[in-house]
């Protein structure tokens, strides 16, 4: 799928592509989330640090985009996406980092927090299958998606990756800036699943159709955690997969949430880990204790990018 010039900039110049609404002209500035024309990328990488399904040998072709809809307080990505360090790229240039993760061996190609560029994505994905792109496209997003925009993704994804961060709307106003975020999340997830069908893997293993939701498991908050998973049991039974991750680090301004200063405890993730499994989840992967370090956040140095 190919987006014309005026069907582009159409969405571009009155943005409604993720649930804020917010209506900028992104042709001449930058919406809400910190994106304008053009897509501003901060890493392109080979990451092995995500789920085997979607690492193979080598890792994920990770493409790390700038800026984002939500507000998080706690993001360990800030720098990118509260800060929007980053080169902005063309289409046809985005498509070409593409081809080059492809070259590089990748098992996916992983977009990591793609919300607010899915019109220069979809036309990346176009200009780079031109050119012999075959990799899996997975959309890592953090769940807060507007269903028109999923939609336009559905001949460019194959693998959706969404988060699930919060049940409670205390929570998510107080710690991302969207009270509305379960609300909005959940319908997204549903038309994720919709869209992406059950999983599929490969003969390698990896993962080339369907939907992986991830829950990070906040400090004080397992019982919201425990919820998300009675909702998730709920809607899909073992027909997504599931990853839950201990790897919340204090960072960005995480201090200034009294709750929010300290790292998980083991019974804290364990407890939402058991409950997992005696709902009945199989298809689940667990996090070490260990991967809650500052040391498994990227550099953002644009690496790769040109």
Same mark, same amino acid.
């Given at each position: ?297 990227? +550099?953002? +140095? +644009?690496?790769?990018?040109?």
């Amino acid at each position: 799928m190919l987006l014309a010039k005026e069907a582009r900039d159409s969405l571009l110049a009155n943005c409604q592509l993720c649930p804020r609404q917010c209506g900028a002209n992104r042709l001449l500035g930058k919406g809400a989330c910190g994106g304008g024309d053009r897509a501003v990328v901060a890493k392109v990488s080979l990451h092995p640090w995500e789920e085997p399904v979607l690492t193979g040998e080598k890792g994920a072709g990770t493409v790390f985009f700038s800026g984002c809809s939500l507000r998080c307080v706690f993001c360990q990505n800030y720098e990118i996406s509260h800060q929007e360090k980053g080169v902005a790229v063309s289409d046809e240039e985005l498509g070409r980092l593409f081809l080059r993760q492809q070259a590089a061996g990748a098992a996916v190609l992983d977009l990591v927090t793609p919300t607010h560029y899915a019109p220069q994505i979809i036309n990346g994905i176009y200009f780079a299958r031109q050119e012999g792109l075959s990799l899996p496209v997975a959309y890592n997003s953090s769940g807060y998606e507007a269903i028109t925009a999923l939609e336009m993704l559905k001949d460019s994804v194959d693998v959706f990756l969404p988060d699930l961060k919060y049940y409670d709307s205390s929570l998510s106003g107080q710690y991302s800036g969207a009270p509305d975020y379960f609300a909005v999340a959940s319908g997204a997830i549903e038309k994720m699943v919709e869209l992406a069908g059950p999983p599929v893997l490969n003969d390698a293993g990896i993962m080339t159709g369907g939907v992986l939701v991830r829950h990070m498991v906040l400090p004080g908050a397992r019982k919201d955690s425990m919820k998300l998973l009675d909702w998730l049991w709920s809607e899909f039974g073992d027909d997504i997969y599931l990853s839950l991750m201990s790897q919340y680090t204090p960072m960005y301004r995480a201090k200034e949430f009294p709750k929010l200063t300290r790292r998980l405890t083991t019974f804290e993730y364990e407890s939402v880990t058991d409950y997992a499994a005696g709902l009945g989840f199989t298809r689940c992967f667990v996090q070490e204790r260990s991967s809650a370090d500052a040391a498994y956040v990227p +550099d953002w +140095d +644009d690496a790769g990018v040109f």
